[in-house]
RNA sequence: UGGGGUGUCGCCAAGCGGUAAGGCACUGGGUUUUGAUCUCAGCAUGCGUAGGUUCGAAUCCUGCCACCCCAGCCA
């Protein structure tokens, strides 16, 4: 895969898969996997690992599993199993063949288990959970022994067996493999390999009661595949070595080796699959895919793209840094990648009536706008004129005194050039009686079309308008950042604190222009002037528009 | 605290002993029927810090400091 245009020029894990390819370390072939466990959804950071799995497979020609690490039955869900499918093939990547699941393997993992104690390397331990953690110790003090660490082979060896079988409680006993209870990494304080589980498992059901842990799944899934490079985040350094461990006392049919990078953070957002759940589930957003969480499926909904996803991924560094990336960094992918590729259209979200007294009322002229100011193999749309439009409040002011650098819109007396259309000049407002502004007055100048007036009339800008009798009402939503501050939880009690309570507003009663209302959900625009929008996934219908705002445009205007 | 990591511009980041790439952000100029796009220019005598080695150090050595991770029968 060729480097996106920003991407850093190189990172470590690229290195060692071309030494490692150059020295024949795994014969010819390179195979990675994304792991997701499907207890939520996806999010930014998840996209990221998705560009660097299935990005570095690709670009020496292997392949990338997806393998679904459910060995907690607790926490996992087949909703999320097909969520996150969904959001990796959005994304545009294609897993080699088949999905693959941990749960696949338990008869193996049982085996190795069972291998393990006959090797006099693994024990079935009594020790309450707290107990557990009293005998691990601490950072300066070693552990001590479990009372049950010396059990003999066919004492472990029936133990296990009673404990597949249902016999004992939840917590009563787990499986602990035989290492090292005074190793300063605590992961090698005798770790657990299997806990009793007595919940139903979405992949195999009531077949098992104990599931494997982490650790003793992890290096054999990727083992068992033939994963050459097994790539994961920062906090799983300290496992290394237990990752190890497993591939060297365990008959494994091959030696993967893993490598850590650093996770994406970004700021004014949150990361984590907790967080995000919880503020699912506490009503905060309106699900998964609510516009304003950083899910892959809430960003599609917004209207981000995925080819600006992965090019912000693609310029993020594969390092051992935990740094914070800027939202900045994201939204300018965002506009690059939309500015390239969404058509133009026009949406007026405040309408202000402008009635042209010099066009013959009923008539509707049918001008023609191009789909894109640069790319002209874009296209063109109908664009219909009428005696009577809207303009956005926001256009227009009746304080002559105001400076045409400083208000390029337009001005009572002033001209302004409609986009697309004719230069206008605003004769008169109409208030009601609250001394509310209802209505403008205004010329057309005759021959504005594609051509400039005479100096005199020189528009003061160009602003955005839509038809009022051939436009479509549509619904806006605008979205504003879902937290206040850019590290939510830093500073308060909790991340909820920090949540904006305005991050929605649903604009009503916008008009939009009978092209864009005819398109497909999920359509991209820039409205201009505006920024860009995306025809709801889910609601929207040409005859009642439904419009997400997914970013507004740059503004370097002088406030 | 024991172990594992990391420290280069406001943010991300390349660099791996030969004299600080690039992107974002920001600032200023030009073009423009989007205050958009595009375009031009500016933006670290400095690489956590203190010493040392060297003709030469962000790069090597030593000490110190800061931050992150682990101490779940989560992943």
Redesign the pocket.
Known sequence: MADAP?S?????IRKIIADDLAANAHGTKVLTRF?P?PNGYLHIGHAKSICVNFGLAEEFGGQCNLRF?D??P??EEQEYIDAIKSDVQWLGFQWADEVKFASNYFPQFYAWAIHLIEQGKAYVCD???EQ??EY?G???EPGKPSPYRERTVEENVDLLTRMKAGEFD?????LRAKIDMAS????LRD??LY???KETHHQTGDEWCI?????FA?GQEDAIEGVTHSICT??????RPLYEWFTENLPVPSTPKQYEF?RLSINYTVTSKRKLKQLVDEGYVNGWDDPRMPTISGMRRRGYSAQALRNFCD????????????I??L??EI??DL?DNAA?AMCVLNPLKVVISNFPEGEVKTLTAAL???KEEMGTRELPFTKELYIDKADYSEDTTLGR?????LVLGDHV?????YVIKADETIKDENGEIIEIRATLVEG?????PPPEQKPR???HWVSATESVAATVRVYERLFNVENPGKDSESFLHDVNKVSLSVVENCFVEPAAAACAPETRF?F??EGYFVADKIEHTSEKPVFNKTIG??????K
């Open positions: 920003n850093p020029t190189n990172n470590f792991p466990e690490d060995t907690n607790e926490k020790l309450s959970a557990a953690s691990r601490w950072a300066t939840e917590g009563s006993c787990v300063p990494n605590m992961n770790p657990i806990r009793i589980r599931y494997p842990s982490y650790d992890h920062l906090e799983f350094q300290d496992h650093g310029g993020l560094a594969v390092a051992k840094t935990d740094g914070t990336v800027d900045a960094q939204e300018f506009r690059n500015n133009r894109h100011p640069n650098k400083k208000f390029k819109r050039r409609l986009r697309g259309a504005t079309i594609g051509a400039n800008g160009v602003i820039q201009e002037r445009l740059r503004d370097s205007s002088k």
